[in-house]
Protein backbone atom coordinates (compact mmCIF):
# COMPACT_ATOMS: atom_id res chain seq x y z
CA UNK A 1 0.00 0.00 0.00
CA UNK A 2 1.67 2.97 -0.72
CA UNK A 3 1.82 5.60 1.97
CA UNK A 4 -0.09 8.84 2.50
CA UNK A 5 0.96 12.00 1.46
CA UNK A 6 2.20 14.59 3.81
CA UNK A 7 -0.38 17.14 4.64
CA UNK A 8 0.70 20.01 2.20
CA UNK A 9 1.76 17.52 -0.31
CA UNK A 10 -0.89 16.51 -3.29
CA UNK A 11 -1.08 15.59 -6.72
CA UNK A 12 -2.62 17.86 -9.03
CA UNK A 13 -2.32 17.45 -12.75
CA UNK A 14 0.33 19.85 -14.54
CA UNK A 15 0.41 19.36 -18.54
CA UNK A 16 -1.89 16.62 -18.21
CA UNK A 17 0.36 14.82 -16.18
CA UNK A 18 -0.40 13.77 -12.38
CA UNK A 19 2.78 15.01 -10.27
CA UNK A 20 3.96 15.81 -6.31
CA UNK A 21 2.92 19.21 -5.77
CA UNK A 22 3.33 22.00 -2.69
CA UNK A 23 1.96 25.21 -2.10
CA UNK A 24 4.24 27.91 -1.93
CA UNK A 25 6.05 30.49 -4.10
CA UNK A 26 7.79 29.18 -7.28
CA UNK A 27 11.97 28.62 -6.66
CA UNK A 28 13.71 26.96 -10.02
CA UNK A 29 11.13 27.52 -12.64
CA UNK A 30 8.72 24.49 -11.53
CA UNK A 31 5.19 24.85 -13.05
CA UNK A 32 2.64 26.15 -10.77
CA UNK A 33 -0.96 26.26 -10.69
CA UNK A 34 -3.61 28.08 -8.17
CA UNK A 35 -0.80 28.58 -5.97
CA UNK A 36 0.73 24.51 -6.40
CA UNK A 37 3.77 24.14 -7.50
CA UNK A 38 5.64 20.92 -8.82
CA UNK A 39 7.74 19.09 -6.55
CA UNK A 40 9.80 17.28 -9.12
CA UNK A 41 11.57 13.90 -8.34
CA UNK A 42 14.31 14.17 -10.84
CA UNK A 43 15.63 17.47 -9.15
CA UNK A 44 14.88 16.18 -5.27
CA UNK A 45 16.25 13.24 -3.90
CA UNK A 46 13.50 13.43 -1.09
CA UNK A 47 10.49 13.97 -4.14
CA UNK A 48 11.95 11.01 -5.96
CA UNK A 49 11.71 8.85 -2.29
CA UNK A 50 8.47 9.91 -2.00
CA UNK A 51 7.42 9.45 -5.31
CA UNK A 52 8.82 5.79 -5.41
CA UNK A 53 6.32 5.27 -2.39
CA UNK A 54 9.05 5.16 0.51
CA UNK A 55 7.47 5.06 4.10
CA UNK A 56 9.05 8.26 4.62
CA UNK A 57 6.86 9.10 8.14
CA UNK A 58 5.91 12.43 6.77
CA UNK A 59 2.90 14.03 8.15
CA UNK A 60 3.63 17.44 7.76
CA UNK A 61 4.57 19.86 10.18
CA UNK A 62 7.83 18.24 10.96
CA UNK A 63 10.79 20.44 12.85
CA UNK A 64 13.57 19.33 9.79
CA UNK A 65 17.15 19.46 9.72
CA UNK A 66 17.98 19.95 6.33
CA UNK A 67 21.69 18.92 5.57
CA UNK A 68 23.46 19.53 2.08
CA UNK A 69 20.55 22.52 1.10
CA UNK A 70 22.29 23.73 -1.76
CA UNK A 71 20.53 26.72 -3.09
CA UNK A 72 17.30 25.50 -1.99
CA UNK A 73 15.22 23.38 -4.45
CA UNK A 74 14.07 20.48 -1.95
CA UNK A 75 14.12 22.33 1.33
CA UNK A 76 11.83 24.43 0.11
CA UNK A 77 9.11 22.12 -0.20
CA UNK A 78 10.44 21.02 3.23
CA UNK A 79 9.48 24.40 4.46
CA UNK A 80 6.35 24.60 2.42
CA UNK A 81 4.28 21.27 4.10
CA UNK A 82 6.71 21.59 7.41
CA UNK A 83 7.38 23.44 10.41
CA UNK A 84 10.98 25.50 11.46
CA UNK A 85 13.18 24.08 9.12
CA UNK A 86 17.04 24.36 9.69
CA UNK A 87 18.80 24.27 6.03
CA UNK A 88 22.76 24.04 5.95
CA UNK A 89 25.34 24.25 3.69
CA UNK A 90 28.79 24.66 3.37
CA UNK A 91 29.16 27.00 0.04
CA UNK A 92 28.62 30.52 -0.16
CA UNK A 93 27.34 31.18 -3.61
CA UNK A 94 24.44 28.69 -3.13
CA UNK A 95 23.68 30.23 0.34
CA UNK A 96 23.04 33.25 -1.23
CA UNK A 97 20.49 31.96 -3.36
CA UNK A 98 19.14 29.83 -0.26
CA UNK A 99 18.85 33.09 1.34
CA UNK A 100 16.25 34.16 -1.36
CA UNK A 101 14.74 31.45 -0.57
CA UNK A 102 13.84 31.79 3.02
CA UNK A 103 12.56 35.78 2.48
CA UNK A 104 9.58 34.24 1.07
CA UNK A 105 9.69 31.45 4.01
CA UNK A 106 9.70 32.72 7.34
CA UNK A 107 10.28 29.33 9.14
CA UNK A 108 13.42 28.73 6.74
CA UNK A 109 16.75 29.13 8.05
CA UNK A 110 19.82 29.30 5.61
CA UNK A 111 22.90 27.89 7.83
CA UNK A 112 26.23 28.78 5.81
CA UNK A 113 28.03 25.61 7.96
CA UNK A 114 29.43 22.23 7.30
CA UNK A 115 27.26 19.42 7.83
CA UNK A 116 30.49 17.54 9.02
CA UNK A 117 31.04 19.84 12.19
CA UNK A 118 27.47 19.73 13.60
CA UNK A 119 29.09 21.60 16.81
CA UNK A 120 29.35 24.91 14.30
CA UNK A 121 25.64 24.91 14.52
CA UNK A 122 24.51 23.40 17.57
CA UNK A 123 24.04 26.84 19.16
CA UNK A 124 21.00 27.65 16.91
CA UNK A 125 19.67 24.09 16.22
CA UNK A 126 16.78 22.96 18.24
CA UNK A 127 16.99 19.57 20.21
CA UNK A 128 14.77 16.70 19.02
CA UNK A 129 14.23 18.07 15.07
CA UNK A 130 11.37 15.42 14.08
CA UNK A 131 13.03 15.17 10.91
CA UNK A 132 17.15 14.66 9.54
CA UNK A 133 17.50 15.42 5.84
CA UNK A 134 20.38 14.24 4.43
CA UNK A 135 21.81 15.39 0.53
CA UNK A 136 25.20 16.20 0.92
CA UNK A 137 27.89 15.36 -2.00
CA UNK A 138 30.64 14.44 0.16
CA UNK A 139 32.67 11.10 1.17
CA UNK A 140 31.49 9.46 4.29
CA UNK A 141 27.80 10.56 3.95
CA UNK A 142 26.90 8.19 6.41
CA UNK A 143 29.01 8.91 9.13
CA UNK A 144 27.71 12.66 8.95
CA UNK A 145 24.14 11.27 9.37
CA UNK A 146 25.91 9.97 12.88
CA UNK A 147 27.52 13.01 13.84
CA UNK A 148 23.80 14.73 13.59
CA UNK A 149 22.07 11.91 15.49
CA UNK A 150 22.37 14.46 18.90
CA UNK A 151 19.76 16.96 16.71
CA UNK A 152 17.18 14.18 16.11
CA UNK A 153 14.09 12.92 18.56
CA UNK A 154 13.93 9.42 19.97
CA UNK A 155 11.47 8.66 17.45
CA UNK A 156 12.17 11.04 14.37
CA UNK A 157 13.33 10.05 10.94
CA UNK A 158 16.78 10.40 8.77
CA UNK A 159 15.47 10.53 5.80
CA UNK A 160 18.82 10.06 3.60
CA UNK A 161 20.46 9.95 -0.25
CA UNK A 162 23.79 7.98 -0.30
CA UNK A 163 25.54 9.37 -3.44
CA UNK A 164 27.81 6.22 -4.75
CA UNK A 165 29.55 8.07 -6.91
CA UNK A 166 30.01 10.96 -3.72
CA UNK A 167 32.05 8.38 -2.07
CA UNK A 168 34.24 6.57 -4.69
CA UNK A 169 33.61 6.44 -8.78
CA UNK A 170 35.78 3.57 -8.87
CA UNK A 171 33.88 1.07 -6.82
CA UNK A 172 30.21 -0.52 -7.51
CA UNK A 173 27.11 1.61 -6.22
CA UNK A 174 26.10 -1.56 -4.28
CA UNK A 175 29.19 -2.36 -2.44
CA UNK A 176 29.25 1.54 -1.05
CA UNK A 177 25.75 1.23 -0.27
CA UNK A 178 26.26 -1.62 1.81
CA UNK A 179 29.32 -0.31 3.48
CA UNK A 180 26.94 3.34 3.72
CA UNK A 181 24.33 1.28 6.22
CA UNK A 182 26.65 -0.79 8.08
CA UNK A 183 28.06 2.92 8.99
CA UNK A 184 24.64 4.07 9.81
CA UNK A 185 23.57 1.13 12.13
CA UNK A 186 25.92 2.39 14.67
CA UNK A 187 23.19 4.76 15.25
CA UNK A 188 20.18 4.01 13.30
CA UNK A 189 17.72 1.61 12.63
CA UNK A 190 17.29 1.44 9.41
CA UNK A 191 13.50 1.22 8.10
CA UNK A 192 13.32 1.04 4.51
CA UNK A 193 16.28 1.57 1.28
CA UNK A 194 15.30 1.66 -2.51
CA UNK A 195 17.04 2.69 -5.71
CA UNK A 196 16.24 6.23 -6.58
CA UNK A 197 16.27 4.79 -10.30
CA UNK A 198 14.54 6.04 -12.84
CA UNK A 199 14.86 9.83 -10.88
CA UNK A 200 18.79 9.78 -9.81
CA UNK A 201 21.60 7.17 -10.89
CA UNK A 202 23.71 5.19 -8.81
CA UNK A 203 21.49 6.80 -5.56
CA UNK A 204 19.85 4.86 -2.24
CA UNK A 205 17.21 6.46 -0.60
CA UNK A 206 17.26 5.63 2.93
CA UNK A 207 14.20 5.75 5.81
CA UNK A 208 15.83 5.08 9.16
CA UNK A 209 14.83 5.85 12.80
CA UNK A 210 17.49 7.04 15.88
CA UNK A 211 18.54 3.59 17.93
Same mark, same amino acid.
Given at each position: ???????????????????????? %??????????????????????????????? =????????????????????? !??? %???????????????????????????????????????? =??? !??????????????? =????????????????????????????????????????????????????????????????? !?????????
Amino acid at each position: MTPDLPDGVERRTFDGRERLATRG %DPVYGEPTDEGWRVWDAGRSKLGAMVELGLD =TGLAGGETALYLGAASGTTVS !HVA %DFGGPTYAVEFAPRPVRDLVGVAEDRPNLFPLLKDARKPE =TYA !HVVESDVDLLVQDVA =TRGQARVAVRNREFLADDGRLLAAIKARSEDVTRDPDDVFADALADLEESYEVLETERLEPYHDD !HLGVVARPL
